[in-house]
RNA sequence: GCCUUGGUAGCUCAGUGGAUAGAGCACUUCUCUCCUAAAGAAGGUGUCGGAGGUUCGAUUCCUCUCCAGGGCACCA
């Protein structure tokens, strides 16, 4: 018996109550979300409880305890209930036998990967963008936050059932390339940098692979500067991207697609309008455009923007709005519902233009696009800087502090919520760190797995689910059986910090089980039923706490 | 000025209208001849920033207000 399973038989039977109440309840209908249970805090209230009584009592013109009485008649009736209480003001407070609770242990083994899988998101097809940090320089800090969250959002909605496209996209035109190539051009050539060039030593790097894999670029300079600053500025961009990528795939983080503002700007096969082009004559077709003061504007304020946007500026140049929206726009033709935008908070400006995008465009603006913004990160105050007026390079922070535990704090916690991070603190291979007490967990099942076979306990032999009585035992299901129900949350929410938060509960559940319920009998013991279905639930937990942690991008080490 | 996100235990932070508001850390004690003690058990802590409102019930929703971060380009 599930927490959903337990939820549609109690709907089903405020169904029948209301049915036979006639009259007085027309119209009320039942859903499974009205009776979705939850796990009380206090394990007196039981397994689960409902407070489903004391939503519908109004409507159904009765007061809450009674109808209460009458689901709970009703509930305890249900195969696998053990016993169904009314408490409270009107909560219906449920029981399960122990058997029934425990053949959660066989039915996520049995699943294994799948389990926890689901079918929510089925059918939406969901373009995330995330990172998009400018091929001009390294990862940095400030990416960061993005990319773990970003990459994990991907895995938790795919988990959910959607079709995702995780999409990265490269601001490959326009003036600050311009400048990256004359910086990497002068670096190439040992010149000084020019007036205001990037800074940073990767600049240098990047000038010298650029030197030696353009063997006469010196003396092209000379001859013909400007196809001599179009190689290097090429090159180097190349360099640097699959640096980016590199630095991407090192933290896990997957990219579907890397879109190329460049392709925006290019015109099509014979001559054809480019992208951009042809966004503004889609929008003006539309009846939003307007021309003043020798600019063309775009009337974003018809759809809640603060202010209308230009789209080409009065010396014809398309200003980075009007590459945003044809990147919208080739979203939508590539078939996307709904566009997500992970932005971090220096961007939130871009919330009312990106939106008035998708409404010009003829899109709903409240489910076709979301923009989701989130707080900046902050390490160790500001004083971590190496070298002053120097980044933090996410290889660096990968080198110190690790994939897994960079991913894992960095997913802890909700997207809008500042975050300090301690480094000291990640970095601990400790008891304080939230990340190794859970891969520690996953750890321990593979431990008691090794232990298992060398003792003769084996899950085939037997399975006996309603030996599982101990108070540990009950807990540790509990939180097994809510794992779908979390992921699910997890994806509607676009929150994939819940997992994280998740995992440490069930980490304890099953570290306070480890604690009280042995699966390898002592040594004058023989092996029985209870030892071998208890390896059902050590597995069921290692299942769980590996799918969990690979929604995060965060491996599940089988020894520490 | 306008927009936006925060304010919850000493610290870092959870908490999608429900029961006595939680976790980790820090502090004090216990528990390995027995599956990994990177673990577990016990001990107390709150003006949920403040004031109104909505209702059976508010940390959660609404309004006002105080404090803090971020944003308001024919920049990219």
Not at 124 to 133: C, D, G, K, M, P
Not at 336 to 362: M, N, S, V
């Amino acid at each position: 018996m599930t927490p959903q399973e337990l939820a549609s038989a109690l709907a089903r039977i405020l169904t029948d109550i209301i049915a036979s109440r006639g009259d007085a309840a027309e119209g009320v209908v039942v859903t499974e979300q009205d009776t979705q249970v939850e796990r009380p805090k206090n394990r007196e209230h039981g397994d689960w409880a409902s407070n489903a009584a004391m939503k519908f009592a109004k409507r159904l013109g009765t007061n809450p305890r009674e109808l209460a009485t009458e689901i709970a008649d009703r509930a305890a009736g249900i195969d696998g209930v053990a016993k169904a209480e009314i408490a409270g003001p009107g909560f219906i407070n449920i029981t399960l036998d122990a058997a029934s609770a425990g053949e959660t242990a066989r039915r996520v083994v049995e699943q294994g990967e799948a389990y926890g899988r689901g079918d929510a998101l089925a059918g939406q097809r969901i373009n995330l963008e995330f990172v998009s940090a400018n091929p001009t320089g390294p990862l940095h800090m400030g990416h960061t936050r993005w990319a773990a969250l970003g990459d994990s959002t991907a895995r938790v909605l795919r988990a959910a059932g959607a079709d995702v496209t995780s999409e990265y996209y490269i601001n490959d035109a326009g003036a600050q390339m311009d400048k990256f190539g004359r910086s990497v051009l002068a670096a190439a050539l040992g010149e000084e940098a020019p007036e205001d060039a990037y800074p940073g030593e990767y600049i240098q790097d990047l000038g010298r692979r650029v030197a030696e894999q353009i063997p006469g670029l010196g003396e092209l300079a000379r001859t013909d500067r400007a196809a001599a600053l179009e190689q290097a500025q090429e090159l180097g961009y190349r360099l640097q991207l699959a640096e980016i990528q590199d630095s991407l795939e090192r933290f896990n983080v997957h990219f579907d697609v890397f879109f190329s503002e460049r392709t925006l700007h290019a015109a099509g096969p014979d001559g054809a309008p480019s992208p951009i082009e042809a966004a503004v004559d889609r929008l003006r077709e539309q009846g939003h455009v307007f021309e003043e003061d020798g600019a063309i504007w775009v009337r974003t304020t018809d759809f809640g923007d603060d202010k209308d946007r230009v789209f080409t500026r009065g010396n014809g140049v398309y200003t980075y709005f009007a590459a945003d929206a044809a990147y919208y726009l080739s979203k939508k033709d590539r078939g996307f519902g709904e566009k997500i935008y992970l932005l971090g908070a220096d961007h939130h400006g871009y919330i009312g233009r990106l939106t008035a995008i998708a409404g010009a465009a003829g899109d709903d603006t409240e489910t076709d696009i979301t923009v989701l913004i989130g707080q900046l990160v902050n390490l160790n105050g500001a004083r971590l800087s190496k070298r002053a007026g120097n980044i933090i390079e996410l290889n660096d922070l990968l080198e110190w502090l690790g994939s897994d535990a960079l991913r894992y704090w960095l997913a802890r916690y909700p997207a809008d919520s500042p975050l300090a991070l301690d480094g000291e603190k990640v970095r601990s291979r400790s008891n304080d760190n939230p990340v190794f007490y859970v891969q520690y967990a996953h750890a321990r099942t593979c431990a008691v797995d090794r232990n298992a076979a060398t003792a003769g306990v084996r899950r085939e032999d037997g399975f006996a689910p309603g030996l599982l009585t101990h108070e540990t035992e009950a807990e540790l299901l509990g939180k097994l059986q809510q794992y779908p129900g979390i992921v699910a949350g997890a994806a509607e929410l676009r929150e994939p910090h819940r997992i994280a938060r998740y995992l440490e509960e069930l980490a304890g559940a099953f570290h306070r089980w480890y604690d009280n319920c042995r699966v390898i009998p002592l040594r004058e013991e023989p092996v029985g039923d209870l030892h071998r279905t208890r390896l059902w639930l050590n597995d069921a937990a290692g299942v769980v706490l590996r799918n969990g942690l690979d929604l995060l991008g965060v491996s599940a080490p089988e020894r520490l």
